[in-house]
């Protein structure tokens, strides 16, 4: 029964090994949102090593998809994607209207080749009251 539980906890981290090479996703892409009362901005702190796919941000608002206007990036060659668009450092974006329900969607990579799957972060309003459903 040890030997079983120690077994499904090294399985179950995939980073270990590599726990100084490469960061969990949360710290390589560290996300975050300010609500306003006209709107929310996002940002993400990109640590040095690592990028964002430009062209993989993408906001839905309430089920729409909303623009979310970004950094022009700059020209990257991937061995997966080919020519993109990625973004470094400190990111920003913003959406000009509140929403009760926001998803971001992301994905970004080492500079050491680990691609890290797509990721969805779910914003709930804060400002805007959930309408009550009938």
Known sequence: MIALSVSLKSSADPFRGLSTEIL???EAFRFGYVESEIGIDLFWQVQ???FLYRDKI???ANGIRVEAPLPKGKWFLDATFGRVKVLEGFVTS???ALHEEVSVHYQGCAE???CYPPQEKVLKSKKMPIKSKK
């Open 112 to 114: 050491k080749g680990y």
């Open 94 to 96: 913003s959406i000009g």
């Open 24 to 26: 969990p996703v949360e």
């Open 58 to 60: 993408g906001v839905i």
């Open 48 to 50: 040095p090593g690592y």
